[in-house]
T-cell receptor
Framework: DAGVTQSPTHLIKTRGQQVTLRCSPI?????VSWYQQVLGQGPQFIFQ???????GRGNFPDRFSARQFPNYSSELNVNALLLGDSALYLC?????????????????FGPGTRLTVL | AQKITQTQPGMFVQEKEAVTLDCTYD???????LFWYKQPSSGEMIFLIY??????QNATEGRYSLNFQKARKSANLVISASQLGDSAMYFC???????????FGTGTSLTVIP
């Protein structure tokens, strides 16, 4: 079975540009979460979507937005890119209900998109 | 306050030896899950092991076991018989029933020495 897939794998943008990152969850998973991981740190939560609705949002500015499609895939958009947005962006899917903390709520991560802002 | 604290930025272990990676957590939610992930240099986060707050037994998955001490709010990962391929960053994470996100620690870099 295919795991979580993300595209593109690498991206280089300049300040002020906009970027769209894509994620496809594991088949049957309805929840997708996005994380930003700056070099040398742990992942920071950006968004969670479940059944196409936003269920959680981390402490990120409004330049960050996301959406989930009927097939449960998701896009993360970042506008007006800053140098500090350079990071690894991770997508994770879970088969459990949003807000659960059981073993079925384990998040499985994709390989990430490495964004570099120049 | 930090939800997850990993106090060991870097650890070294001899091949075939056991190693313990420390993790403490902070929550007032009675129901939560604790997770450990491995992140090789390639970047992908690989799920290793899960422990629920109501689980009576410590979780085990192959060479991985979780030393869960609820009263001390600690969830240390024990890797037995270390292998060279275990060299990676290791992250402890927690999810509360009341919330919709995973909280990650800052990670521990493990290096296995031949």
């Amino acid at each position: 079975d295919a795991g979580v897939t993300q595209s593109p794998t690498h991206l280089i943008k300049t300040r002020g540009q906009q970027v769209t990152l894509r994620c496809s969850p594991i088949s049957g998973h309805k929840s997708v979460s996005w994380y930003q991981q700056v070099l040398g740190q742990g992942p920071q939560f950006i968004f969670q979507y479940y059944e196409k609705e936003e269920r959680g949002r981390g402490n990120f500015p409004d330049r960050f937005s996301a959406r989930q499609f009927p097939n449960y895939s998701s896009e993360l958009n970042v506008n007006a890119l800053l140098l500090g947005d350079s990071a690894l962006y991770l997508c994770a899917s879970t088969g459990g209900l949003a807000g659960g903390a059981g073993s079925t709520d384990t998040q499985y991560f994709g390989p990430g998109t490495r964004l570099t802002v120049l | 306050a930090q939800k997850i604290t990993q106090t060991q930025p870097g650890m070294f272990v001899q091949e075939k030896e056991a190693v313990t990676l420390d993790c403490t957590y902070d929550t007032s939610d009675p129901s939560y899950g604790l997770f450990w992930y491995k992140q090789p240099s390639s970047g992908e986060m690989i799920f290793l092991i899960y422990q629920g707050s109501y689980d009576q037994q410590n979780a085990t998955e192959g060479r991985y076991s979780l030393n869960f001490q609820k009263a001390r709010k600690s969830a240390n990962l024990v890797i037995s018989a270390s292998q060279l391929g275990d060299s990676a960053m290791y992250f402890c994470a927690m999810r509360e029933v009341s919330g919709n996100q995973f909280y990650f620690g800052t990670g521990t870099s493990l290096t296995v020495i031949p």
